[in-house]
């Protein structure tokens, strides 16, 4: 079945410590996003990506970075300057960054807490 | 940035009740989605509207693009308790803008 994979589903993190999100599409999207999600609030935006080797800031990168090596993959790493790393954290992809119709699609989330 | 103001921020009805919530922003957009999410899940594509006017359905659920660009409503009939989640719109400006979220519509539905 075609779709957005993210692991793990759950992820703990050590003061000081970098971890790395997963997010895996088979979709042949050329875009992949990546937000991040408080309690009782809506999706920020922390990178973009729209096309392999090539990648945006979004409204909340600090603390963050992203690579995009291979079109299926865009991983996400949670940097120890992140001084609050706690949320759900969602990937997405569409078909292109450039068209007027945009649709994202989403992977299940990744729950970040720290210890 | 743009910014999308939603409407009501959390709704408690009671099963069998219609549902009706809304979104609006400040410029016009060309698109707008309607997604839900489910407790620890992502959020899933429910409707996309195209042209100003359109009214579409999805089983239970119709959603409607404002006249103005500027806005766009979500209804519900007829809720079962699996309507439960958050509803978020989606509005994008012009073509290869980024998406804009609003700030989600928390449903309960008491059986």
């Known amino acids: 079945d075609g779709g957005i994979t993210q692991s793990p589903k759950y992820l703990f993190r050590k003061e000081g410590q970098n971890v790395t999100l997963s997010c895996e599409q088979n979709l042949n999207h050329d875009a992949m996003y990546w937000y991040r999600q408080d309690p009782g609030q809506g999706l920020r935006l922390i990178y973009y990506s729209q096309i392999v080797n090539d990648f945006q800031k979004g409204d909340i990168a600090e603390g963050y970075s992203v690579s995009r090596e291979k079109k299926e993959s865009f991983p996400l790493t949670v940097t120890s300057a992140q001084k609050n790393p706690t949320a759900f954290y969602l990937c997405a992809s569409s078909i292109s960054h450039r068209t007027t119709n945009e649709k994202l699609f989403f992977g299940s989330g990744t729950q970040l807490s720290v210890l | 940035g743009q910014q999308l103001n939603q409407s009501p921020q959390s709704m408690f009805i009671q099963e069998g009740e219609d549902v009706s919530m809304n979104c609006t922003s400040s410029s016009i957009f060309n698109t707008w989605l309607w997604y839900k999410q489910d407790p620890g899940e992502g959020p899933v594509l429910l409707i996309a509207l195209y042209k100003a006017g359109e009214l579409t359905s999805n089983g239970r659920l119709t959603a409607q693009f404002g006249i103005t660009r500027k806005d766009s409503f979500l209804n519900i009939s007829a809720s079962i308790p699996s309507d439960v989640g958050i509803y978020f719109c989606?509005?994008?400006?012009?073509?290869?803008?980024?998406?804009?979220f609003g700030e989600g519509t928390q449903l309960t539905v008491n059986p």
């Open positions: 989606a509005g994008q400006e012009t073509s290869g803008s980024r998406l804009t």
